[in-house]
């Protein structure tokens, strides 16, 4: 477990983002939750966590997402000392990208 503490309305958060069924109500729900900045901060994030699990280098990853080297140490931090989230969801992804092939 990482340094997020439980508390009942993240744990309420959480399980409003499990019951989101299509891309379509999650466009909706986190357009309605978060800033335009925030959402693009966040898809940045996963991004950059993404191409560090695929290999890539600092320099790439700016290019490609135009991250901040700080950015791009920090979600390279998590990925070394997190709670293994990115790499939980990235897993999860390509094992759906597979099966749906």
């Known amino acids: 477990m990482g340094n997020l503490s439980h508390s009942d309305a993240l744990d309420s958060l959480f399980e409003a983002i499990m019951a989101l069924e299509t891309q379509e109500e999650c466009y909706d729900f986190f357009e ?3 800033t335009v900045p925030e959402l693009k901060a ?3 994030r996963y ?13 790439s990853i700016v290019a490609q997402t135009g991250a901040s080297t700080a950015t791009i140490s920090r979600v390279n931090r998590s990925l070394s000392y997190g709670c293994d989230g990115y790499k939980q969801v990235l897993a999860k992804m390509e094992a759906k990208k ?3 092939k």
Do not use: T
């Open 32 to 34: 309605d939750l978060c």
């Open 42 to 44: 966040i898809s940045q």
């Open 47 to 59: 991004k950059v966590a993404k191409l560090l699990l695929e290999g890539n280098v600092y320099s």
């Open 98 to 100: 597979e099966k749906d």
